[in-house]
């Protein structure tokens, strides 16, 4: 009988979004409700639970999770308090553990630790000895460092962008993690630092030419020639020390076979650097193609992107339409939520002076716009992405002339058509829909969208990788510097 321990701890921050994270962010599992909130659901640990579920000579112990959306850096005392709980949880069910799976997304930072999984890992090591093996799973924009390949055995990670495989990727980490407990494997893990920071549709792995690197790292598992490999690409909207975009290769105690394909890979990977950033549009163009189509305009916003941790409160496009008297109609996501509160004194129905966005990131200056409460709402709603549910708060949605808002309390996902459907709005009804997505997905808009322009708006996770101001991550790094050079180095783990 294998004990198997199961963790969770996941965020991912922009550092240019300066809404902090709270502890109160966070959705807490304790126990058994981490399994609860998983089971049969597009996430990791829902696809770890299949795989485990398959043998009866297991008991496995959900030990505690943390999830929070995308915002700013996590403040250092809400950090504290999941280490804290994290700590406990693990020390009260250590005894006679054979192996801990922790599920990562990778890309966290605190105003503080610039590197909290890592941290998270280092306080694992400690409680649990040498001997246990730590399995990790990440999503491909997490940064992973130093510290945490120093306090894992190994890992697996996400193939698909956009994301489609969390629950495989759960998968591959339980199945290697028992591989590893019965046929006492000895992973090696080669990883190549590439001094690259990518952005853009070439990042869609179905599509784009990222998805030649992913090919490589799903042959290589799938011949058997490595455990686990992947190409992580880091979040550039995280800016920590080791930022950066890296190959992951793991072996079988097969060092030089590790090293000989994470370096083929991140050479590879180099050479498509050019390639892997975003062209885009700038407002003003976009509006004056759009006012010449024929169906829907989507403006897909990656510069305040919920998911990639962007505060959603940009009203630059909203401001830009009207200024440039686009008379179609728009249909837009905003988080504000002195505008929400206002909108429910108001009440149903009735009509008031709005001030519009720019509630949390000043970058943006709030609009002043008379519009109708056409619909008020509050509480959880399915997340089409995933089966799983989001929840904005209390939301209200503003008719102002031929402009649809639809106001949140709390940033959610809005990658996918989820707000708009929960909210009485079908994007399809539509002259243009703004999209605060990194992408415009297929499945959701481009299938059936007139045109997708990917404007280049102001915002704290913009595409445009050189706005953003990069003040702490390795340097050179391109595209951030000229004349970057790369002179590929092997690391091991262990060394
Ligand atoms: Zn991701």
Not at 98 to 106: E, I, L, P, T, V
Not at 241 to 257: G, H, R
Request: net charge negative; charged share 20%.
């Amino acid at each position: 009988m294998y004990k198997i321990l199961v963790a969770e701890c996941k965020q991912e921050i922009s550092t240019f979004n300066p809404v902090e994270t709270q502890y109160e962010d966070f959705s807490i599992n304790r126990g058994e409700e981490l399994f609860s909130a998983h089971r049969g659901i597009e996430s990791e640990i829902g696809g770890a639970i299949e795989v485990f579920s398959e043998r009866d000579d297991l008991e496995l112990l959900p030990l505690w999770g943390a999830r929070a959306n995308s915002s700013g850096s996590l403040a250092q005392a809400g950090f504290d308090r999941l280490v804290t709980e994290f700590e406990q949880s693990l020390i009260a069910a250590k005894a006679g553990a054979d192996a801990f799976y922790f599920s990562m997304h990778g890309a966290m930072g605190c105003t503080e630790e610039l590197d909290p999984e890592g941290f998270l890992l280092q306080v694992a090591r400690r409680i649990l000895g040498p001997q246990i093996p730590i399995m990790i799973s990440l999503d491909l924009h997490g940064i992973l460092t130093q510290r945490m390949l120093d306090n894992c055995d190994a890992l697996t990670i996400y193939h698909t962008y956009p994301h489609v495989d969390l629950a495989s990727t759960g998968e591959r980490a339980a199945r290697l993690l028992l591989r590893m407990l019965d046929e006492d494997l000895k992973p090696t893990i080669a990883r190549v630092v590439v001094p690259v920071l990518v952005r853009g549709d070439e990042l869609k792995t179905e599509t784009g030419v990222y998805g030649e690197s992913i090919r490589r790292a799903q042959q290589l598992e799938q011949s058997g020639s490595a455990l686990s490999a992947g190409m992580i690409i880091g979040n550039p909207f995280t800016d920590v020390p080791e930022l950066c975009s890296q190959a992951i290769v793991v072996t079988n105690d097969d060092a030089e076979a590790a090293e000989e394909v994470a370096l083929e890979m991140a050479e590879d990977f180099w050479g498509k650097r050019a390639r892997m950033q975003a062209p885009l549009i700038a407002i003003d163009e976009a509006i004056s193609a759009a006012k010449e189509l024929r169906g829907t305009a989507i403006f897909a916003d990656a510069a305040d992107a919920t998911s990639s941790g962007a505060s959603g409160d940009s009203n630059s496009l909203l401001a830009a339409l009207m200024e440039a008297q686009y008379e179609g109609k728009v249909l837009l996501p905003l988080v504000d939520p002195p505008a929400v509160q206002c909108a429910i004194e108001v009440g149903l129905g009735r009509c008031a002076t709005f001030s519009l966005g720019g509630a949390l990131d000043p970058r943006f200056s709030p609009i002043e716009l008379e519009a109708k409460v056409a619909m008020l709402a509050t509480g959880p709603y399915f997340f089409e992405s995933w089966g799983n549910v989001q929840d904005a708060g209390d939301t209200a949605v503003l008719q102002a002339g031929s402009f649809t808002i639809v106001v949140t309390t709390r940033p959610v996902y809005l990658f996918d058509r989820s707000l708009f459907l929960a909210h009485g709005r079908d994007p399809r009804q539509f002259d243009l829909v703004v999209v605060k997505s990194p992408h415009c997905q297929e499945r959701f808009f481009v299938e059936w969208a007139a045109e997708n322009f990917n404007v280049d708006a102001p915002g704290s996770t913009s595409a445009n990788l050189k706005s953003l101001g990069h003040t702490i991550c390795q340097r050179p790094m391109y595209p951030l510097d000229d004349d970057v050079v790369f002179e590929p180095v092997v690391q091991h783990f262990p060394a």
